[in-house]
Every structure is written in C-alpha cells, then in structure tokens.
C-alpha cells in the first residue's frame, strides 16, 4: 500500500459518499431496533457507564425510533465536533483510521433481522450507533480515538503495528471497562451491544485488569468469543493521558520483533 497523506481520506474513492436513508427502513427494522434497544436499556444501568447512559441522552436516541444520523449529526457538531460518516460495512484499516483521525466514526445504515438478534457477521447499525456513538460526546473519549487514530495512520503501512494498535482499540473502545465511584462499569462498544457479554464481562468469570498498555498491546484478542480479559481504566482522562507511551512502546515492539 502506497504511504498516504491522511487528508486524502475524505475523497478516497473506496468511499462512496453514502446517506441514511432513513424513509427507507422496514416495519422490521423498527422493530429489530426497539426489541434490542429495550433489551439492552433494561440491563444497562448499574452496567454501562454512567458517561455513556449520558451520551445515550445527549445523542438523542431511544427505543422508539431507528437513531437519525442527521438528528445526532447535528448534537455531536456542537459537543466534540465528531460526526458520523456512512460507510457499507467494515473498510481498510487506512479508511477507518483516516475517518477517525478527522473526527469522523465510521457506522453503517443496515439493521440485522428478527431471526439473527443475537448473531452477526459483521457489526451492523445497532452496534456502530447504539453501542458507539453516545461516548462520541465526551471529549477526552474523543482526543484518544483521534489521537490513536494518528499513531496508526504514521504507521499504516506496517502489519505489525496495526495489529497491536488494533490490540488498543479492542481492549479500550471495544471491549474496556471503567471504574466508576468504586464499581466497574462498561464502555466498550462491543459489550455494550451484547446482552450476553454484558452480563458476563462484570462477572467472576472472566480477569479484570488495571489498564496497562504494555499489557494490552501483547495481548492477542479473539472475535467470534467473550473475552477471558478485560482492562480496567479509572477514567477517559488515564486512555487520553496514555497515548504517549502507546507510541512508545509500539515502537519498541517493533524493534523487538525485527
Ligand atoms: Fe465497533
């Protein structure tokens, strides 16, 4: 892959430039919506992070309509100045960390059906929007996702760094917890769009670790399972702060592994 300036992101022509096009959702989709909004709006509080039941709010999302990327659009641009940008499904890894690094998250439009509540191939609307885009509201939240996105972007063209880069985002965004006054709370997206990794990542069953990203970065992660670990930050304030020693010791890393 050709080294890229990442202002080209924005007209990178593997981006179609693609809309909501909320008139044309389904009875179904409303649905599919409103069942696992209500599903997961039942099991968060005392779960997910205070932060993000906030952002839930501020966003403007609720069970009784599929969330409008226009509506929340328009939120976002006042709060952190973070928008969502459409895309069909999952993108290069030099799209999505472009898209980011220009405070853009990348979500898509299309809502899994009845029959697969609970499987999916691919992240679909209610993970990217629902799981996602409420935290776009905090900004030390916001600074980490951008400023990792940069880290990425200076080293696009090396597999290697972009799988243990890819190791922070899943262990932080996807799949972090938070300690709130005392008690553990989720904030990764990937739990948090979960019914059933919601309940288990809080339980006994699984490793709570302080957040360390040295730990985290050699730390493989599995896609189609729960996590048996998981790391714990004490606030967005600790993933902001700790974005100098991600660059540091991914560098590292990659001395050692040459
Ligand atoms: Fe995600």
Partial sequence: MMARKPDDVLSDPRLDPLKQEYGSYS????????????RQYKILPGAA?????????????????????????KRLADITGWAIHVVPGLIDDDLFF????????????WLRKKESLDYLEEPDMFHDAFAHLPLLTDPDYTRFLK???????KF?????????????????????????????????????????E???????????????????????????KFQDRYFV??????????????????????????
Avoid at 27 to 38: A, P
Avoid at 244 to 252: A, C, F, H, T, Y
């Fill in 147 to 153: 400023e990792l996105a940069g880290i990425a972007l």
């Fill in 198 to 224: 919601t309940k288990y990542c809080l339980s006994e069953e699984p490793q709570q670790l302080p957040y360390d990203v040295e730990m985290v970065m050699n730390t493989p992660f599995w896609k189609n």
């Fill in 49 to 73: 992070s205070e932060k993000f039941l906030e952002g839930l709010q501020t966003i403007g999302f609720s069970a009784e309509g599929i969330a409008n990327f226009e509506e929340a659009n």
């Fill in 156 to 196: 696009i063209d090396n597999p290697l760094a972009i799988d243990l880069l890819s190791r922070v985002y899943w262990y932080t965004i996807e799949f972090g917890l938070i300690r709130e006054r005392g008690a553990l709370r989720i904030y990764g997206a990937g739990i948090l769009s979960s019914a059933g």
């Fill in 27 to 38: 009875q179904e989709d409303f649905e599919v919506w409103k069942i696992l909004f209500e």
């Fill in 98 to 109: 472009g898209l980011l690094y220009h405070k853009r998250f990348p979500a898509s439009t």
């Fill in 233 to 258: 930050i004490d606030d967005f304030e600790m993933l902001y702060a700790s974005v100098p020693s991600i660059e540091r010791n991914l560098v590292d890393l990659l001395e050692k592994g040459e």
